[in-house]
């Protein structure tokens, strides 16, 4: 059973493996720089649906049977998935999975979604709870713009602070294992809130919760920013990068020649209209997968603290005029199963 150190981090005792994933995207990822890693790439963002939210359902669908496929079983070899997205009711998720058999846990995280899914599906392997989970998530970027903003029809024009949600989804199937890469500890973030009130500046919200969790998880493990390879955050973009980096500097925590973002990977900033980066759910899981992963299996990477972060609002709050809370949720993964620690 994990380990819990200090107050939030938790130790793998078991060897845990991601013994398989996968990425799928479409157009816009396409054209990204990490579009060769990158399972399958749809170039009609509809997949084949009437609607965006069908869309989303079968996005994530194709992404569960590729993993699978990629780890050679069955959906009767999962015991059970950990799965969300943006959607109201998650319904981009369960629509997506309600003829797989698999037992679901249905999250909502926003965009931390994909670590707190691998979170949690590794305190059931390490506890031998289950034999072996999964975790899915999932962002349109059609269906997240009439959820939170406005339907493309309206024609608004987004502000340099924006960021694109990604038309992506990410898939990962954990055991205990032999083979890199490996879940060496987990995080569980807290809910935290500077006031931010812009919905179209989600770095800036989100930016609080990421240094609060990282703060947290080098106080439990009594490690630094240097015995990591990479500190890969979920989805802050340009702007809310540089507000983790000065939070973290007030403190004496120097994480910037290790850190780096998945909306600022997924895309082409110079080439792609997307302003601040990317964002969404399916952003920092469909990097996961087509490029962290694969670099940490080959030993590229050695040590990587993944940690999505998510700006917890709905369109119900905006129109009360509440301030955007953040969470962020962080995974170790490491080529090696043991060291540092």
Not at 60 to 77: G, H, I
Not at 151 to 175: C, H, M
Not at 204 to 233: K, V, W, Y
């Amino acid at each position: 059973m994990a380990k819990k150190q200090g107050k939030q981090t938790y130790l793998m005792q078991q060897c845990l493996t991601v013994r398989a994933w996968a990425a799928v995207g479409s157009k816009k990822e396409g054209q990204g720089p990490l579009a060769s890693g990158f399972d399958l790439i749809e170039p009609d963002s509809t997949f084949g649906q009437d609607s965006w939210e069908k869309a989303e359902s079968r996005m994530v669908s194709l992404t569960v049977a590729k993993a699978l496929s990629n780890a050679a079983l069955t959906y009767e070899d999962i015991d059970c998935i950990f799965a969300g997205d943006l959607l109201n009711q998650c319904v981009g998720t369960t629509f997506g999975l309600r003829d797989s058999g698999i037992p679901l846990f249905g999250l909502y995280g926003a965009c931390s979604t994909m670590a707190e899914g691998m979170l949690l599906a590794s305190l059931l392997v390490d506890s031998q709870t289950v034999r072996r989970a999964m975790a899915v998530t999932s962002s349109h970027f059609c269906t997240a713009e009439r959820q939170y903003r406005f339907p493309l029809e309206y024609g608004s024009v987004r502000p340099p602070s924006a960021q694109w949600t990604a038309t992506a989804s990410g898939a990962v199937v954990l055991e205990e294992g032999n083979q890199p890469p490996y879940l060496r500890a987990a995080a569980v973030g807290t809910v935290e809130d500077l006031g931010v009130t812009d919905q179209n500046n989600m770095g800036a919200a989100m930016a609080p919760a990421a240094a609060a969790t990282l703060r947290r998880f080098f106080a439990d493990t009594n490690t630094s920013p240097e015995q990591f390879d990479l500190i890969a955050t979920g989805d802050l973009g340009a702007i809310g990068s540089q507000l983790l980096v000065e939070l973290l500097q007030r403190d004496g925590i120097d994480i910037k020649s290790r850190h780096t973002d998945c909306g600022l990977l997924i895309y082409d900033r110079q080439k792609q209209d997307v302003h601040s980066g990317g964002s969404g759910c399916g952003c920092s899981a469909s990097v996961l997968g087509s490029y962290l992963l694969p670099s940490l299996r080959d030993g590229k990477i050695r040590n990587l603290l993944f940690m999505p972060t998510g700006a917890l609002l709905s369109p119900t709050t905006v129109q009360q005029k509440e301030s955007i809370p953040g969470i962020a949720h962080l995974v170790w993964l490491s080529h090696e199963k043991e060291g540092i620690l």
